[in-house]
């Protein structure tokens, strides 16, 4: 059993900067991947930013140069910077894990946690 343990969010003006992170834990024989996801009411889940092990980031067109992925793999823990926070920005934030075992390869979700911007 996996489990994604989210820390971070909360309620920020327009402009400021919040840090998300992510620890994973449990029976991971190895991990290709993690990210952050998000979804707006009324909207579907969209991929923010993610990580590969080993690769480079990848980055939603509307975060680039506002947001920035890193892993921590001594930890399994990964943590997205977020500044120059939009209102647009508001949403849940889900942490992802890509984790392979001898079975194949599964997908993890953290329970989301809540980022709002003011404007």
């Known amino acids: 059993q996996v489990q994604l343990v989210e820390s971070g969010g909360g309620l920020v003006q327009a402009g400021g900067s919040l840090r998300l992170s992510c620890a994973a834990s449990g029976s991971i024989f190895s991990i290709n991947a993690m990210g952050w996801y998000r979804q707006a009411p009324g909207k579907q889940r969209e991929l923010v930013a993610a990580?590969?092990?080993?690769?480079?980031?990848n980055y939603a067109d509307s975060v680039k140069g506002r947001f920035t992925i890193s892993r921590e793999y001594a930890t399994n823990t990964v943590s997205l910077q977020m500044n120059s926070l939009k209102p647009e920005d508001t949403a849940v934030y889900y942490c992802?894990?890509?984790?392979?075992?001898?079975?194949?390869?599964?997908?993890?979700w953290g329970q989301g946690t809540q980022v709002t911007v003011s404007s």
């Open positions: 990580i590969t092990t080993g690769g480079s980031p």
């Open positions: 992802n894990a890509v984790i392979g075992n001898y079975t194949g390869e599964y997908d993890y």
